[in-house]
């Protein structure tokens, strides 16, 4: 311990990062005073959340959060409330039948319960075998800092805290036991085997019922093939249709119809822009009423905030005749609309407000003449500027953009302004037909018209990615990858810090610039070590990981949310067996371990047997919280209900967001 403390006063960091905590963990496990305080801790938050869920659950509040299918959905997919007695809850989700669920729930949320019987089935009776098997085995005649002859050697070891029930602790003279261990760890593989082969089985039954069912395989959906990377040469309804009219009777080209994608991001920029312009607009004309409302609510003129939204919500500037709504008159219309907007001081709202109380816009005289907003960003921008009523410009301006999205919606099909892109769906006349579609290749080439995708919703496509080529899919997942493995680094150092601090009882009687530490009483420090560790930990990985990921697999350029989804899947099971394993791991014991590993090569087999198992005990404390209190969490939804309570409210300005917070289910917002 010497060595380590010259070490760690030469370089605290990177001692603290990389040595002590394999060093704490060689000499003692996690103690069980730690261990039980944080079942404590874990157990009373689960019991407030739950006390939580029930009392809230029958109220207004509760009922918009944990009953939203009640009454949010149409009258065929409502669901029956729970029920206010506890006993009778559990009774009513224990006796729901699969037909039930899958009729209100759909295919996912019917699996994902599945999942989570399956897990119960599959873990239960393997902690029955560990609790009632192996762990009386592990502890009776253990090591218990006890000194062995095994063969000419001497061999000294201790062993405490909670590697008592380890299998590290069957001493070296009854090696025999580690029989049990090989028996119990082949029934729970075969076990855990058994149990996903049939819950394969269940899935596949469940899907070709599914699939083949007369209400889904008439959906437009089912008979419908979304293709990617279509060459030049194919991207026409044409080519399309005479390329896949094998695929129905006759060879009738009637009986499918394709349409080729076309890159409509300048139409869909104009109208994002329009949508923010009137959620601005919006505000703004509320603030004033909300104003005028204040100040005349004492008065008892009641009828002055009514007689200022009338004049407030002027007809709309955009031409309201289809025919004239295209002509040159458009432009000279709308702007002699806006120059008697910002000049007519005649408003209702005028008579009770100052004319300063609305707000103002700076402009600026661009290049070309026109008037543009001028951005807080670009201090040096110079030009002509201007200032102007907010709301006035904000009409015009909704008006500009109708205009302009109106002459853009009579011009879908034009080739020059909008390009058609490499991919394309195509409708068939039968669901047998689209699966053959599907499944078949369609080009020589390798790469091109694929990947293809069945069962595309209108509202699981993501649009801008469709256009997306081959090569542009594969240099954006190279830099992906890149901004993954950044990512991985990122969080790394975190992780290895808490690893680390989930042993300061050790650390600091071992670590000499830790000493400050040592006059502090032992339950503070195991309330640090045990459920604080583990609780900081899995908000690490579980808010913003999440999220991150799922832009990563957009940028990737999947087509469909079904896709993103997998693919952000795949990014997060890495991460997490990264983060939660190996970076934990490594900072835990193999750093301890290879050391030794440089000084006696022969011992390998030995030392990573008896030190690496070592590295899982930091993980009881994180899977205690994990299944105590982030499983409350998730059924209290605390984060939901400060979000609908607190959060958004006030945010919440205009009656289109009242109304969104109010109808909206809570997954699907």
């Not at 002590?20 to 009373?44: P, Y």
């Not at 009637?254 to 822009?273: E, F, H, I, P, Q």
């Not at 195509?426 to 020589?444: E, G, K, P, T, Y």
Request: net charge positive.
């Amino acid at each position: 311990m010497a060595n380590s403390s010259n070490s760690s006063g030469n370089e605290p960091l990177l001692d603290f990062l990389n040595g002590q905590a394999g060093v704490g963990e060689n000499h003692q496990g996690i103690a069980i005073k730690a261990f039980v305080l944080n079942i404590a801790v874990s157990l009373g938050l689960f019991a407030f959340e739950i006390s939580g869920f029930f009392l809230l659950k029958s109220s207004a509040m509760g009922r918009r959060i944990y009953q939203p299918k009640t009454y949010l959905v149409q009258e065929r997919l409502r669901v029956e409330a729970i029920p206010a007695n506890p006993i009778k809850w559990i009774r009513r989700i224990v006796n729901i039948n699969d037909e039930e669920l899958k009729a209100k729930c759909g295919l996912d949320g019917y699996f994902f319960i599945r999942l989570l019987r399956a897990m119960i089935i599959i873990f239960v009776p393997l902690m029955t075998i560990v609790v009632t098997i192996l762990l009386p085995i592990n502890y009776n005649g253990g090591i218990a800092n006890r000194v062995f002859n095994v063969g000419n050697d001497t061999v000294v070891k201790n062993v405490t805290g909670l590697d008592t029930l380890s299998w590290q602790n069957v001493a070296p003279t009854q090696t025999n036991r580690y029989w049990s261990h090989l028996v119990c760890a082949a029934l729970a593989i075969s076990w855990t085997l058994y149990r996903m082969y049939r819950e394969k089985l269940n899935f596949i039954d469940v899907r070709q019922r599914f699939l083949t069912s007369p209400e889904h395989r008439l959906k437009a959906s089912a008979k419908t093939v979304l293709i990617t990377n279509i060459p030049s040469e194919y991207r026409s309804k044409e080519a399309l249709e005479a390329l896949y009219d094998v695929f129905v009777d006759n060879d009738d080209r009637s009986r499918l119809t394709a349409w080729v994608n076309r890159d409509y991001g300048s139409l869909r920029a104009l109208v994002a822009r329009r949508r923010r312009l009137r959620h601005t607009l919006e505000k703004e004309e509320l603030k004033i009423l909300r104003q005028v409302n204040k100040k005349h609510r004492k008065s008892g003129d009641i009828s002055a905030a009514k007689r200022t939204a009338e004049n407030t919500s002027q007809e709309s500037l955009a031409p309201d005749d289809e025919d004239e709504a295209h002509t040159e008159k458009d432009e000279q219309r709308i702007s002699t609309a806006y120059e008697m907007d910002c000049n007519d001081n005649a408003q209702l709202w005028h008579k009770y407000l100052k004319p300063s109380t609305a707000s103002k816009i700076s402009l600026i005289r661009g290049k070309d003449g026109s008037w543009k907003p001028a951005s807080s960003f670009k201090i040096w921008a110079s030009g002509e500027k201007k200032m102007v009523p907010k709301i006035a410009w904000l009409r015009a301006e909704i008006a500009r953009l109708t205009v302009q999205i109106d002459k853009l919606l009579l011009n879908l099909d034009d080739e020059e302004r909008f390009k058609k892109q490499n991919s394309a769906f195509i409708q068939f006349d039968r669901q047998m037909s689209a699966h053959m579609a599907c499944s078949l290749v369609s080009h020589n080439r390798p790469g091109r018209m694929s990947p293809r995708f069945l069962e595309v919703a209108p509202h699981e496509i993501i649009w801008p990615n469709m256009g997306v080529t081959s090569l542009g899919r594969l240099v954006r997942t190279c830099i992906a990858l890149v901004l993954f493995v950044a990512m991985l680094f990122l969080w790394g150092i975190p992780t290895t810090i808490l690893a680390s601090i989930s042993q300061l009882g050790t650390l600091r009687s071992s670590v000499s610039w830790l000493s400050w530490l040592r006059p502090w009483p032992s339950w503070i420090i195991s309330l640090i070590s045990g459920p604080l560790t583990s609780v900081l930990l899995a908000l690490l990985v579980q808010l913003v990981v999440p999220a991150l990921l799922r832009k990563l697999a957009v940028f990737v350029g999947t087509p469909t949310r079904s896709k993103r989804e997998v693919v952000t899947q795949d990014f997060y099971f890495t991460f997490l067996f990264i983060e939660l394993v190996l970076v934990t791991a490594i900072s835990s014991g193999i750093a301890t371990v290879i050391p030794q590993i440089v000084d006696d090569p022969r011992n390998i087999p030995t030392i990573l047997a008896n030190d690496l198992p070592k590295s899982a005990n930091y993980f009881f404390n994180y899977l205690i919280v994990q299944s105590l209190g982030f499983s409350g969490s998730v059924l209290f939804q605390y984060l939901r209900i400060l979000y609908i309570t607190v959060i958004w409210p006030w945010f919440t300005q205009t009656p289109r967001e009242e109304a969104w917070l109010q109808t909206t289910i809570p997954h699907q917002a």
